[in-house]
């Protein structure tokens, strides 16, 4: 494996983004929070960038970028598909492999639970060999016949293994934007509900003061009538 451009070592050149983000708003902070993990890794990461896009939020920040923009995509209704995350993944690997790029990150956001998301960035490519060595040093020995070949069944489960991490992430960021989501639009009903309370009793204060008034005054035209 360790011959396999997909596992390779950095080898320096264009690193590309990709950023994914809701379609839509209402959901807090959330967005705000993978714009911010992106603009960080930007700074941290040497050389040229490129953007690949996922969500309308996303291509709307961008909008007047100078960056370099390779794809806009929307996530439409529904959930994520594996066809949707599979497309994804082999337009960043082809660029890869034809050098185009020389590393893929993906920015998303973590689902933890509906109060918590957590805005990540992980390196998709080059794949990590971290581990391979104490792998190997545990497998069996003995001869083993791959078809077609060793380096086609290779090729084909990177392949697949980078597919899974975009899908596992596109499905991470879908489960987090519906838990930001329900979050702020629980506090939003609640902030309406605090307003409306305050307001009727605002209301209520001004009401029993013009009444006092008024019979304030009619009290006094009375005395006046009286005099």
């Not at 996303?58 to 929307?74: C, D, I």
């Not at 497309?87 to 050098?99: F, H, K, N, R, T």
């Not at 979050?183 to 939003?188: I, P």
Request: hydrophobic share 40%; glycine share 10%; with cysteine.
């Amino acid at each position: 494996g360790e011959g396999h451009p997909l596992m390779a070592k950095y080898r320096g050149g264009k690193t590309e983004v990709l950023l994914m983000t809701s379609d839509r708003g209402l959901c807090g902070s959330f967005n705000a929070g993978l714009l911010r993990k992106t603009e960080a890794l930007m700074r941290e990461v040497d050389g040229e960038v490129r953007l690949n896009l996922v969500g309308r939020k996303a291509a709307e920040y961008f909008k007047r970028s100078s960056l370099e923009v390779t794809a806009r995509r929307s996530l439409g209704a529904g959930r994520p598909t594996y066809d949707f995350a599979a497309a994804i993944a082999s337009a960043m690997i082809d660029s890869y492999l034809q050098g185009e790029i020389g590393e893929v990150y993906m920015v998303y956001s973590v689902f933890r639970s509906a109060l918590t998301q957590v805005p990540t960035a992980q390196r998709v490519l080059p794949l990590s060999t971290e581990g391979e060595e104490e792998e190997r040093a545990g497998a069996g020995e003995g001869e083993y016949l791959f078809e077609p070949s060793e380096a086609d069944v290779l090729e084909s489960l990177l392949r697949k293994y980078v597919e899974v991490q975009v899908f596992r992430a596109l499905l991470e960021t879908a489960a987090s934007e519906h838990g930001a989501r329900m979050t702020a639009m629980d506090s939003a009903s609640k902030n309406a509900s605090e307003m409306i309370a305050s307001l009727t009793l605002t209301y209520n204060r001004l009401r029993q003061a013009a009444i006092t008034t008024e019979l304030m005054e009619i009290i006094g035209g009375a005395e006046a009538l009286k005099g």
